[in-house]
């Protein structure tokens, strides 16, 4: 059944006499219903529609849906103070919620990214009318999920939050000239050399300064832990959403195996071939198809109506966990994350990795007995540029040819594929190095090669590394992709991949002084062969169908 649905605007006044205001979509109709609650910071008005359809869809399938300013966003009064308030903030509101007309009495939350996160402080202290999450392409370690990779700061997703926020807060406090700047700012973000002008209007706009004090902290520890959640005690149904092209990625599996490990209620996840938006068919240069488009909206209501209504969905009755496959375009459903089958493909060169496509190789084979070696060397003037993948801004495959031509990235490729390689999980690389300085940085980009030429990138990874201790692990973003017959696989790396993370040696022009000591040429010797076997470690599925 579908309602016609009304709107209206409501407020709660929090424990120390501030005001949040909040949109309300409800049924046109007598009775109770469940109530939706999204927490979030970008103006009430957008619902997170760039993802979601819009609130008065779920609230035409029976459910008063709660869209709420957190505290100093939107009309909500306060000072918005990254993720500190949204603990009791969102206690608070859940049981306002739930006491609203027509209520039942019962809460269950939505959202992603900031919108996810509110979910988790909400369910922090355990109100009795929460019943049920669906958190979506969050960062639950701030620190390791969000902020930094393997101890890289992500320069481009960081930088852009910073803007959008410092720039909504500009626009709240009616600084026009400051918002005007900030806004043409983001439209071309200023890595190279941002201007006096923009570095004042981030740190005076930009709640608690985050950017600055983010770049300050490069270490897990204290600092990060305040952001934490503590979900010690927390057991909840919950719908897990992630996007393989996702920058939190690595967040949302982290929670959903937490979840997993400790928890009663269900944990399902689904994770689609999507970046952090849209969760549309085409990411990147690709068109995945019909079946990649979103089903996420479907499904929730599902999940809803299953634990806030009763309903015999059917929910629980199918596998929890569903996976997007890359190549096949299809989904497929798994009773637990599958771990597939362990594979090592060795590298092996004739020294001129850096030059010729066809002169490193990938093999199933340990190598020669002898030791190879490949000479990457990092100008900062130069630095390899980012392109896709999950981190960079678009996000998604494209064809990568152009950048793996370049003498300061090495390419090791396979023999053509005599059937389809299906690969599911975690992805390792792991490399023999030495260098002229024990920091320095590494990246590594799986793709596939294509039968006419083209390199299309799925999976990445960043480390910053202040060791010469071998070897070197990067973990990449975990994928799930068959590799058609014919086509090979390429492991790229480089030293470099900016604006996506800041490199460590190049002048970080947000600092107020520039030490010019740390402006080197670094070069890395990177090793192979029997005695150094350097090698990207895959996992076969053995799961080749769909469902």
Same mark, same amino acid.
């Given at each position: 059944m579908k309602y016609q649905v009304i709107k209206e605007t409501a407020s709660l006044v929090t424990r120390d006499r501030l005001r949040l205001d909040a949109d309300i979509y409800r049924p046109e109709a007598s009775g109770e219903f469940p109530v939706l609650l999204m927490r979030q910071p970008y103006g009430r008005a957008i619902a997170s529609t760039v993802v979601y359809a819009h609130p008065k869809w779920y609230a035409a399938r029976g459910y008063i849906v709660v869209i709420q300013d957190v505290r100093g966003c939107g009309t909500s009064e306060g000072k918005f103070d990254l993720f500190i308030n949204e603990i009791e903030d969102g206690i608070e509101t859940v049981n306002w919620a739930s006491q609203l007309p027509q209520s039942t009495g019962e809460v269950g939350m939505y959202g992603f990214s900031y919108q996810g996160m509110t979910q988790l402080y909400a369910a922090q202290n355990k109100p009795t009318a929460l019943k049920v999450l669906c958190p979506g392409m969050l960062g639950y370690d701030i620190y390791a999920d969000w902020a930094y990779e393997n101890g890289a700061f992500c320069l481009q997703a960081n930088l852009g939050w910073a803007v959008q926020l410092a720039a909504e807060t500009a626009r709240l406090q009616k600084d026009f000239k400051a918002y005007q700047l900030l806004y043409t700012s983001a439209r071309n973000l200023p890595f190279d050399n941002p201007a006096s002008s923009f570095r004042e209007c981030l740190r005076k706009y930009a709640p608690s300064s985050f950017f600055d004090e983010w770049i300050a902290h490069p270490q897990p520890g204290e600092y990060w832990q305040q952001f934490k959640p503590d979900l010690t005690d927390v057991d909840l149904p919950m719908l897990h959403i992630g996007g393989w092209f996702d920058c939190y990625l690595r967040g949302t599996l982290r929670l959903y195996r937490e979840m997993v490990q400790k928890c009663t209620q269900p944990q399902h996840l689904i994770v689609g071939v999507w970046g952090h938006l849209p969760w549309g068919r085409k990411v990147g240069a690709i068109?995945?198809?019909?079946?990649?488009?979103? /089903?996420?909206?479907?499904?929730?209501?599902?999940?809803?109506?299953?634990?806030?209504?009763?309903?015999?969905?059917?929910?629980?009755?199918?596998? /929890?966990?569903?996976?997007?496959?890359?190549?096949?375009?299809?989904?497929?459903?798994?009773?637990?994350?599958?771990?597939?089958?362990?594979?090592?493909?060795?590298?092996?060169?004739?020294?001129?990795?850096?030059?010729?496509?066809?002169?490193?190789?990938?093999?199933?084979?340990?190598?020669?007995?002898?030791?190879?070696?490949?000479?990457?060397?990092?100008?900062?003037?130069?630095?390899? /540029?980012?392109?896709?993948?999950?981190?960079?801004?678009?996000?998604?495959?494209?064809?990568?040819?152009?950048?793996?031509?370049?003498?300061?990235?090495?390419?090791?490729?396979?023999?053509?594929?005599?059937?389809?390689?299906?690969?599911?999980?975690?992805?390792?690389?792991?490399?023999?190095?030495?260098?002229?300085?024990?920091?320095?940085?590494?990246?590594?980009?799986?793709?596939?090669?294509?039968?006419?030429?083209?390199?299309?990138?799925?999976?990445?990874?960043?480390?910053?590394?202040?060791?010469?201790?071998? /070897?070197?692990?990067?973990?990449?973003?975990?994928?799930?992709?068959?590799?058609?017959?014919?086509?090979?696989?390429?492991?790229?790396?480089?030293?470099?991949?900016?604006?996506?993370?800041?490199?460590?040696?190049?002048?970080?022009?947000?600092?107020?002084?520039?030490?010019?000591?740390?402006?080197?040429?670094?070069?890395?010797?990177?090793?192979?062969?029997?005695?150094?076997?350097?090698?990207?470690?895959?996992?076969?599925?053995?799961?080749?169908?769909?469902?």
């Open positions: 068109d995945y198809g019909q079946e990649a488009a979103s /089903p996420v909206d479907e499904l929730q209501i599902s999940w809803f109506d299953h634990f806030l209504k009763g309903k015999n969905t059917g929910i629980l009755a199918t596998n /929890p966990v569903r996976l997007f496959e890359m190549g096949s375009n299809q989904w497929k459903d798994f009773e637990m994350f599958p771990q597939g089958e362990p594979n090592a493909y060795y590298l092996t060169s004739n020294g001129l990795a850096s030059i010729r496509d066809d002169a490193g190789k990938l093999s199933l084979n340990h190598g020669s007995e002898e030791q190879q070696e490949d000479i990457l060397v990092h100008d900062p003037w130069r630095s390899v /540029p980012s392109l896709g993948g999950h981190i960079a801004f678009p996000s998604g495959s494209f064809e990568r040819s152009h950048i793996d031509s370049r003498s300061d990235v090495l390419t090791y490729t396979s023999e053509p594929f005599i059937s389809d390689l299906h690969i599911v999980g975690k992805i390792i690389v792991e490399l023999y190095c030495q260098a002229n300085t024990p920091n320095f940085d590494l990246c590594a980009i799986v793709s596939e090669v294509k039968s006419n030429g083209g390199v299309y990138n799925f999976t990445q990874g960043y480390i910053h590394t202040n060791s010469l201790a071998n /070897p070197i692990q990067i973990p990449l973003q975990e994928t799930c992709i068959c590799l058609k017959q014919g086509n090979r696989l390429r492991l790229s790396i480089s030293a470099a991949c900016f604006p996506a993370y800041l490199p460590h040696s190049g002048m970080n022009l947000f600092d107020n002084e520039v030490n010019f000591n740390d402006i080197n040429i670094i070069t890395i010797s990177l090793q192979s062969g029997q005695q150094y076997p350097s090698k990207l470690l895959i996992n076969r599925s053995t799961q080749t169908r769909a469902g």
